[in-house]
């Protein structure tokens, strides 16, 4: 459990005066947390030799910074807003392996941001008929197929209020990653949507009240969308446009990318139809095609799997640890690399080496966006 006054530091240390998020996240992964910023704060250079005398500089009075965060904190209490620093385990397990990761969220909602499937669902603000038309098909087939995946997107026009308005009809949580604080909604148009995805999912932002949404933030919102995913889809792209910038960073974090093709010279396909071409992203056409690119277990093949009497009984061979990841694959089979870390209790740097020899005993088989299967 993160202590209030951890979460309080941390906040006052992403609103440092003259660095960036990514020092703040430097920062707090060598010393630990935001309280242990704090109080080295006139030693830095001593208990990080490499640390840049700018940077030293730049942390020594914290005055303003801590009562901003008195304020927020004050704020995030009276409208039951959650802090999830980058060491809780309720912060998002996949976003947490990102290099770029915020070192603290700002939550409201009920939904569990480390469902065993997690996808974003992105595009153009300008959606199509045609574009409309595959967000409702596509979502309303995967929850027939998988009904447990967590819907991500952005809250705003086109694509992304579709696919929250879709997940919430067909019975999914849905989570909205926003570019600003929690004090407000932006677009304004989508207030009752997100007040029902609060209810049904939740919403999600590294940014403290009273951040307004400007450009940059849209695109330093993406990282979040695409980091806390198993996959970013996307549905429907101009030749430019955020949902391309959402690809390359999903890419870049070695997630899975798949798109919907479109009529060749339709200027919303046009982006989706660059992506297939350049092999940086998996053509779909519907979420059969999704679930067997991405190898996820159906609902059916699990209910099957149970029917048949093949769920894995324990290995007399195995080691605790290799014990440990069977006993939770045969819990939620198709599990991602992360997950399996956070429900096991693993170091990654570990993890990989016991799957490895798992997969050579035949037990375990990885497949797309570093996630394993356990074999029957």
């Known amino acids: 459990m993160i202590s209030e006054q951890e979460k309080f530091y941390t906040i006052a240390l992403t609103r440092m005066t003259g660095f960036n998020s990514q020092m703040a996240l430097q920062l707090y992964q060598e010393l630990g947390g935001g309280q242990a910023v704090y109080e080295h704060r006139t030693d830095l250079m001593t208990v990080i030799p490499d640390c840049s005398p700018r940077l030293a500089e730049a942390v020594c009075n914290w ?10 904190m004050e704020f995030v209490t009276k409208h039951d807003i959650r802090v999830l620093t980058l060491n809780d385990e309720d912060y998002p397990a ?21 469902q065993a499937h997690v996808i974003d669902i992105v595009g ?18 995967l929850k027939e197929l998988c009904p447990e995946v967590l819907i991500v997107s952005g809250l705003a026009y086109g694509v992304d209020i579709c696919a ?25 148009h989508h207030r009752a949507t997100a007040a029902e995805m609060i209810r ?15 450009a940059n933030n849209f695109r330093q919102r993406n990282r979040i969308v695409a980091g806390m995913s198993d996959a970013t889809i996307i549905v429907e792209s101009a030749y430019k446009g955020g ?38 992203a998996g053509l779909i056409t519907s979420a059969d095609d999704f679930i067997a690119a991405i190898g996820w277990q159906t609902i059916a093949q699990h209910e099957h799997a149970k029917s048949n009497g093949i769920e894995r ?55 797309a966006g570093a996630t394993y299967h356990l074999l029957t």
């Open 63 to 72: 005055d303003d910074a801590l009562k901003r965060a008195a304020a927020e």
């Open 94 to 114: 996949r976003l947490r392996e990102c290099t770029d990761a915020p070192v603290v969220l700002y939550y409201k909602g009920n939904a569990d941001l480390n």
């Open 124 to 141: 153009t603000r300008h959606c199509t008929t045609y574009g409309q038309d595959l967000v409702h098909r596509f979502i309303t087939r």
């Open 164 to 188: 929250h308005r879709q997940a919430l009809e067909s019975g999914y949580e849905t989570v909205g990653v926003l570019a600003h604080g929690l004090d407000q909604i932006y677009p304004n």
């Open 200 to 214: 049904h999912g939740g919403l999600l932002t590294e940014y403290m009240s009273q951040t307004e949404p400007f």
């Open 243 to 280: 949902a391309l910038i959402t690809a390359r960073i999903a890419l870049d974090y070695g997630r899975d990318v798949l798109a919907f093709p479109g009529a060749v010279g339709a200027p919303y396909s046009e982006g989706c139809n660059n992506l297939i071409r350049d092999n940086k």
């Open 313 to 367: 009984e324990m290995f007399p061979d195995l080691t605790p640890d290799e014990q440990a990841i069977v006993m939770q694959l045969q819990k939620t089979n198709d599990l991602q690399l992360n997950m399996l870390s956070v429900k096991t209790n693993i170091p990654i740097s570990q993890l990989t080496a016991i799957l490895f020899q798992l997969e050579m005993k035949g037990v375990v088989r990885s497949l």
